[in-house]
């Protein structure tokens, strides 16, 4: 008894499942190769890699800084990360982790009165006077200048 005969189907049900599996073998086909071509914009494979990166930098920001790092836990080279970053979020990988990793710092200096050493040791930084740089560069002003600014005003 051959396997058509065992599940009883009909000729147009066999048209109708054959059809869908043509479906699914061309999706499927579309997908790899947008894989296969990185340089597709906003490719499943792009946001894949994005989204697998935003959430190791969720994961992991507090303790990694360098985006070679990331890279390496995710299996991907740097510069493959950095053009689906960009392609998927429209920032490099660099400024997305540095937003992180600010946002955390505004949130700490302002709902917290732990001192500017404390958080900058909880966000990973070895040296305040490092973090104090970096938080500089990317808000435009030190730290302390922030929470004074800041004090009492909830984080958008």
């Known amino acids: 008894m051959s396997f058509d005969?065992?599940?009883?189907i009909t000729?147009?049900?066999?048209?109708?499942?054959?059809?869908?599996?043509l479906y699914t073998l061309i999706a499927r086909l579309a997908i790899a190769h947008s894989c296969a071509d990185d340089t597709a914009e906003h490719s499943p494979c792009h946001l894949n890699r994005f989204n697998?990166?935003?959430?190791a930098v969720e994961k992991d920001f507090r303790k990694l800084h360098k985006i070679g790092e990331y890279a390496r836990i995710l299996g991907y080279s740097e510069k493959t990360l950095t053009r689906s970053i960009?392609?998927?979020?429209?920032?490099?990988?660099?400024s997305f982790l540095s937003q992180r990793i600010v946002l955390e710092?505004?949130?700490?200096?302002?709902?917290?009165?732990?001192?500017v050493s404390a958080i900058a040791h909880q966000i990973g930084f070895d040296e305040p006077s490092n973090f104090i740089k970096f938080f500089k560069r990317e808000t435009g002003c030190a730290p302390t200048e922030f929470r004074r600014l800041n004090s009492g005003l909830e984080i958008r």
Do not use: C
């Not at 005969?5 to 009883?8: N, R, S, T, Y």
């Not at 697998?52 to 959430?55: A, D, P, Y």
């Not at 960009?86 to 660099?94: E, F, H, M």
């Open 11 to 21: 000729s147009s049900h066999k048209s109708f499942l054959l059809r869908n599996q």
């Open 52 to 55: 697998r990166f935003r959430q």
């Open 5 to 8: 005969d065992q599940l009883d």
């Open 105 to 115: 710092a505004k949130r700490l200096l302002i709902h917290t009165t732990q001192t």
């Open 86 to 94: 960009l392609s998927s979020a429209g920032v490099s990988p660099k």
